[in-house]
């Protein structure tokens, strides 16, 4: 079965950094698009970043673009989401999700892990 | 981007009652509209893509309707296991995928 296993999070100081992970299995992880999505305390889902199925395309919101780097180890099965310079405002549960591709030409998200706990806080 | 508009933002309901979520988008986005349920310390999950598509596995009193700018999620008789967060997400304007504020529905 399709698995999405986060990992990474914690406490961490503004301005420092931090490297999630999103292991994958149960599927050809190297056919799917992946994402990163968050949700700060309380708050709504935020879209966060994209790669593509072969890494050869990455896109940011513009919240977290030029401090977040999106990345994937195919060989491995592995997400990762790098995040520098952190804000309080990133404090957030982050979640990466799988992208299903439709006959239709439509996509959605269709497996997401269980989520992170990052907290930035001084 | 493409701005979603979710209304209400919180509804009280009872068991068996009919329920409906609307959508609405600042742009024409066809039919790339989705819909995802959230429990409480849980991750989303998704019950409709392609505005009207359902998930295979989720119950047949979710319905989606809806196109171009307009869209409803349409629970047909709330069940106990209905009360959740649900958020509409559009996909037209990629990647630029944006979520609506969501819809809270809570027990009468």
């Known amino acids: 079965q399709v698995q999405l296993v986060e990992s990474g999070g914690g406490v961490v100081q503004p301005g420092r950094s931090l490297r999630l992970s999103c292991a994958a299995s149960?599927?050809?992880?190297?056919?799917?698009?992946m994402h990163w999505v968050r949700q700060a305390p309380g708050k709504g889902l935020e879209w966060v970043a994209v790669?593509?199925?072969?890494?050869?395309?990455?896109y940011y919101a513009d919240s977290v673009k030029g401090r977040f780097t999106i990345s994937r180890d195919n060989s491995k099965n592995t997400l990762y989401l790098q995040m520098n310079s952190l804000r309080a405002e990133d404090t957030a549960v982050y979640y990466c999700?799988?992208?299903?591709?439709?006959?239709?030409?439509?996509?959605?998200?269709?497996?997401w892990g269980q989520g992170t706990l990052v907290t930035v806080s001084s | 981007d493409i701005q979603t508009t979710q209304s209400p933002s919180s509804l009280s309901a009872s068991v068996g009652d009919r329920v409906i979520i609307t959508c609405r988008t600042s742009?024409?986005?066809?039919?790339?509209l989705n819909w995802y349920q959230q429990k409480p310390g849980k991750a989303p999950k998704v019950l409709i893509y392609g505005a009207s598509t359902l998930q295979t596995g989720v119950p047949s009193r979710f319905s989606g309707s809806g196109s171009g700018t307009d869209f409803t999620l349409t629970i047909s008789s709330l069940q106990p296991e209905d009360f959740a967060v649900y958020y509409c997400?559009?996909?037209?304007?990629?990647?630029?995928?944006?979520f609506g504020q969501g819809t809270k529905v809570e027990i009468k």
């Open positions: 790669i593509w199925h072969d890494g050869g395309n990455e």
């Open positions: 997400q559009q996909t037209y304007r990629t990647p630029r995928w944006t």
């Open positions: 999700a799988r992208e299903e591709e439709t006959v239709a030409g439509t996509d959605y998200f269709g497996y």
């Open positions: 742009q024409n986005i066809n039919n790339y």
């Open positions: 149960g599927f050809t992880f190297s056919s799917h698009g």
